[in-house]
């Protein structure tokens, strides 16, 4: 066990950031970063083949703050980003691993907000600067010298970057900076654009990927589901109202995402407890063994803590967090299908990690299917299910041994032996929602991350549509699930599609694909959100501004 979180305290991190590390509950190094770190921190360039969900930021981020120098008010590292919401992401994960680092800031810096204020911010004294291409492009044109003290360079997702068209951009910004600095460059492929790019601008770079044998798995039923990472735990209730387990063991990257999820499960009704590097081994070893004998039926684990962890009881294995690299997914799953049974394993899936997806199919040479969130009437019948089998033993002899106190009870209580049953039936299912009604109120649909919706938009993918006469078009059909709203902010306010939707995502904390259709018309916009919890959402947006005005978005209604 890592109770001292040895494998990041070996990798020579500036100690305030190690410090921030074990603050965050990672328990030990994904494996991108065990080879990336040492050369991030020797000062090489490097080029790192790695998608989301490797870990991939804190590769970069974590070698980066330990080199730069707090004391120094000036910019010393620059990420860029493909979109304006990879480079938030960005930038929250800086200021995470930066926070016991007094005096580093960190901005970001993407279009659709005003410049003024980023351009004052990196003045100020940013030390880390993560941007968008085409906004910082904006910023050189009004001060050429903005990134003359750059001495870290990332660029983060570059294919995608190269994809979106911002070769030019690039090109642009690797001119602004020192020739000195050190160049980082982080690509899930590594087609002939980025290679040249990397022999023009890398000097000497080493490699780094993670290894994947091909691994095999039998006896193993593998299953995905999509869903958005705000809406994982209603997720996981979801599916283990359908799923037919035994014991079940459930993996997240954290020690507190352990604590969350078991509680919520505890919450419910389930036996279940978490299990993660901080749990003293004799504890550690309660809960296996109550794992084992069916004091407990789910345990919330981390990688770490569940390692050598063999009950063959466990006949489902939960990916509710993505493991960081195909090895550990099939390390994971291993703890089921143990003894020649078979097992099952649920992979959730947020629509950043598709490709994370591809390559867990692509090593263990196994399509992972999809499933959908079970809905309203599939819950229902599950818990009716569960119900009839609870009962349906009881029923042989209860009529002998409670017969006759029937018979009183309905006499004294003057109702029929069916009023009876349901009073019992009530009292027994102590308030659980039973009727479709129900439980629809109860678990209000998760509109799903279905991996058919459309890709994921960048900053540039959205082209306004300003031409007047569109206006008197003919509504189109509002998308399925979602409710069309609308704001007086349109082109005629210098309002893109990107603008609404940067806003929209930022402010409202949704994913992209929760998002439909955005018009942007002359004097007004229209939107489509998620029907679900529309209310709410445009609540948290009333004070937003877009370009220096107020959003007020509303539902709009088109008769
Ligand atoms: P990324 O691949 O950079 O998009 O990271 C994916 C997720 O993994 C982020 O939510 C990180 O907070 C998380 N993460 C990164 N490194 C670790 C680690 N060593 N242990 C646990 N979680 C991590």
């Keep these: 066990m890592t109770q001292e979180n040895g494998g990041f305290a070996a990798l020579d991190l500036h100690p305030n950031v190690l410090a921030a590390v074990i603050a965050t509950g990672y328990e030990e190094p994904s494996a991108i970063q065990i080879q990336a770190i040492p050369v991030i921190l020797a000062g090489h360039d490097m080029i790192g083949q790695a998608q989301t969900g490797t870990g991939k930021t804190a590769a970069f981020a974590l070698p980066i703050l330990s080199r730069i120098d707090p004391a120094k008010r000036q910019p010393q590292a620059l990420i860029l980003a493909p979109t304006r919401e990879l480079a938030l992401q960005v930038a929250t994960a800086f200021e995470t691993y930066a926070k016991q680092m007094p005096g580093v800031n960190v901005i970001a810096v993407y279009g659709g907000a005003p410049m003024g204020p980023q351009l004052k911010a990196i003045r100020n004294g940013a030390q880390i600067v993560v941007a968008t291409p085409g906004r910082l492009v904006d910023h050189l044109r009004r001060d050429e010298k903005v990134l003359s003290t750059i001495q870290h360079l990332v660029l983060d997702e570059a294919d995608e970057m190269l994809k ?32 040249s790019i990397a022999e023009k601008h890398l000097r000497d770079p080493k490699h780094v990927r993670i290894e994947t044998k091909t691994q095999t798995v039998t006896a193993i039923e593998q299953v995905h589901l999509m869903v958005h990472a705000d809406q994982k735990q209603a997720a996981v209730l979801r599916l283990l109202e359908v799923e037919e387990f035994d014991a079940l063991i459930g993996f997240v ?99 950043r990690e598709r490709r994370m997806l591809q390559v867990i199919e692509r090593v263990t040479g196994q399509k992972v299917g999809e499933v959908k969130l079970p809905d309203a009437q599939q819950v229902l019948d599950a818990r009716i299910k569960k119900l009839t089998n609870s009962l349906a033993p009881l029923v042989a002899d209860a009529e002998a041994s409670h017969g006759e106190l029937l ?92 603008n609404l939707l940067g806003a929209i995502l930022n402010e409202g904390g949704l994913v992209r694909e929760a998002i439909g259709r955005i018009q942007v018309r002359e004097s007004f916009s229209l939107v489509e959100l998620p029907e679900e919890g529309l209310e709410n959402l445009l609540s948290k947006l009333k004070d937003t501004r877009v370009g220096g005005k107020p959003l007020k978005l509303r539902r709009y209604r088109e008769d």
């Design 253 to 351: 990257r954290t020690k507190q995402a352990t604590l969350d999820l078991a509680s919520a499960l505890e919450a419910k009704g389930y036996k279940a407890a978490a299990l993660n590097g901080d749990i003293a081994q004799n504890q550690r070893e309660r809960v296996i063994e109550s794992l084992k004998d069916g004091r407990l039926d789910i345990v919330i684990a981390t990688d770490v803590a569940a390692r050598g962890l063999d009950v063959p009881r466990i006949t489902h294995v939960m990916n509710v967090d993505m493991p960081y690299d195909p090895e550990s997914y099939v390390h994971r799953i291993g703890r089921t299908g143990r003894a020649g049974r078979t097992g099952r394993a649920l992979l959730l899936v947020t629509p």
């Design 407 to 498: 018979d009183r009870l309905t006499a004294d209580i003057g109702c029929s032996p069916r009023a009876l049953a349901a009073a019992l039936l009530r009292k027994a299912t102590n308030g659980q929602a039973l009727t479709l009604a129900e439980v629809e109120r109860d678990q209000p649909l998760v509109p799903g991350g279905s991996s058919s919706g459309p890709r994921e938009r960048s900053e540039r993918s959205e082209r306004p549509d300003r031409e007047g006469s569109r206006e008197r078009r003919a509504p189109v059909p509002v998308g399925e699930g979602r409710a069309r709203c609308r704001t007086a902010l349109g082109a005629r306010d210098g309002i893109a599609a990107k």
């Design 164 to 195: 979106l068209g911002f070769m030019d951009d690039l090109e642009v910004i690797f001119k602004a900076m020192p020739e000195s600095r050190q160049t980082v460059l982080f690509s899930a492929t590594l087609p002939h654009s980025i290679r």
